[in-house]
């Protein structure tokens, strides 16, 4: 069991509204990646947090942002929710930035539905 | 055009069949090569990964890497009804290697 949790499981909102997903990452790890899923498409990556600093972006907007914690705990928020925005939302934690792909381990994702 | 590209499928086969995935990647920076198994409404879970070149194999599975042509492969050997899932590839640089690149996965069904 990986120990990376996320919260909630699902939902739905509306669009022009503002989402708020919750990542727990695994004990130890300092270092959280989020992914957006859509369906029938790979994960693509958002951004990154190492040690409670943005380490890295992938061509989202500035709605797009996060936070980490000093428990390093993660969250994704995003604004001006759009219908494209409904997908599987992933995190996943590891213990650096530099890990390799092996101590990076990935949580059941959040489903975003905007409707 | 996609950094990494991977043929959808669907895929079914009957059980016991050899299965054969496949990427190609256009970004000469990729040290890490890895496979993600993905069942529905899951996370994807590492199967397999290979830094550079070369063969790996893990029990029924083999993933093999082809720097040259910028093509990795995964081979599933006597496959299961178990099996079934979507297979993602993905790829990370050296000095960003928990940032990943991923295909656009490829669905699987093995048919018992």
């Known amino acids: 069991e990986t120990g990376v949790t996320q919260s909630p499981t699902h939902l739905i909102k509306t669009r022009g509204q503002q989402v708020t997903l919750r990542c727990s990452s695994q004990s130890g790890h300092n270092t959280v990646s989020w992914y957006q899923q859509a369906l029938g498409q790979g994960p693509q990556f958002i951004f990154q947090?190492?040690?409670?600093?943005?380490?890295g972006r992938g061509n989202f907007p500035p709605r797009f942002s996060g936070l980490q914690f000093p428990n390093y705990s993660s969250e994704l928020n995003v604004n001006a929710l759009e219908l494209d925005d409904s997908a599987l939302y992933l995190c996943?934690?590891?213990?650096?930035?530099?890990?390799?792909?092996?101590?990076?381990?990935f949580g059941p994702g959040t489903r975003l539905t905007v409707t | 055009q996609k950094e990494v590209e991977q043929d959808p499928g669907p895929l079914s086969v009957p059980e016991g069949a050899i299965v054969s995935l496949n990427c190609t990647y256009s970004?000469?920076?990729?040290?890490?090569f890895m496979w993600y198994r993905q069942y529905s409404r899951k996370g994807p879970e590492l199967l397999m990964y290979t830094y550079s070149s070369g063969n790996k194999e893990d029990g029924r599975f083999t993933a093999q890497v082809d720097k040259s042509s910028k093509y990795i492969s995964l081979f599933i050997r006597d496959s299961q009804p178990s099996d079934s899932a979507t297979y993602l590839c993905a790829m990370s640089g050296e000095t960003s290697a928990s940032r990943l690149t991923f295909g656009e996965g490829t669905q699987l069904t093995v048919n018992p």
């Open positions: 947090y190492y040690r409670e600093e943005e380490n």
């Open positions: 970004n000469s920076a990729f040290q890490y």
């Open positions: 996943a934690s590891s213990l650096g930035a530099g890990t390799g792909p092996l101590e990076q381990y």
